[in-house]
């Protein structure tokens, strides 16, 4: 059964410095990637995915991603954080079967500091 | 733009009560799916619907229920609240494959006293 591992709960870091949350995820079949971010009170939204080709992925507000298959890995990352990039992220995979169904990380809490 | 909206951001009920929470979807999806998120435990499917009158569980539908007759709304309800069903709930739709990502709703914070 596919499964997602975010490694790190919370994330402290000044603003300004570079970022990277960690996700590896198991799956013994080909998979879809998904990274989304959850800001204070809303509800999620799409930063990126990665589904096939080039595996750097570039997604909205400087975020990218890299899909590494050898490491089951798809780590986050941003050069220069903000202030309002202070949020919940969480990392997901597809499920087995072709049906939408999303299995989600634990999610990692982005705390951006002045 | 499109758009998921759930009928309440904040509700308090009562031990024993019968709670419905909807969601309404405007972009023609195939599928709508209900979660609960708690902190340290990321998202937790409770059920998900791939058409009208479909449902199948998700890992968590005990104590849940849920009522798809359109398209566009889908319904989770919870026959006899318990303090434990105290959560934020989500709602998020999609196209059918599974390249497709979700759309969610705002959420709604429920808390049962």
């Known amino acids: 059964a596919q499964s997602v591992t975010q490694l790190d709960s919370q994330v402290p870091v000044f603003e300004e410095a570079p970022v990277e949350l960690r996700c590896n995820y198991s799956?013994?079949?080909?998979?879809?990637l998904f990274w989304y971010v959850q800001y204070p009170n809303q509800g999620l939204q799409l930063l990126l995915k990665?589904?096939?080709?080039?595996?750097l992925v570039k997604g909205i507000n400087g975020f990218e991603a890299e899909f590494n298959k050898s490491q089951t890995s798809f780590h986050l990352r941003k050069p220069s954080v903000h202030i309002s990039d202070t949020a919940e992220y969480f990392c997901a995979v597809t499920g087995s079967s072709n049906t939408g169904k999303l299995i989600f990380g634990q999610g990692t809490t982005l705390q951006v500091k002045p | 733009d499109v758009k998921v909206t759930q009928s309440s951001r904040y509700l308090v009920k009562r031990t024993g009560e019968k709670v419905f929470l909807e969601c309404v979807q405007d972009?023609?999806?195939?599928?709508m799916f209900w979660y609960r998120q708690d902190p340290g435990l990321g998202l937790r499917l409770i059920y998900f619907s791939y058409d009208v009158k479909m449902k199948e569980k998700g890992d968590i539908p005990e104590g849940y229920s849920v009522s798809r007759e359109k398209k566009e709304r889908f319904s989770l309800i919870l026959e006899s609240a318990s303090t434990n069903q105290t959560s934020m709930y989500l709602c998020?739709?999609?196209?059918?494959?599974?390249?497709?990502?979700?759309?969610f709703g705002p959420g709604t914070r429920l808390t049962v006293l």
């Open positions: 972009m023609d999806h195939e599928n």
């Open positions: 799956s013994s079949v080909s998979v879809y």
């Open positions: 998020a739709s999609s196209f059918m494959r599974s390249r497709n990502e979700q759309f």
């Open positions: 990665y589904l096939s080709g080039s595996t």
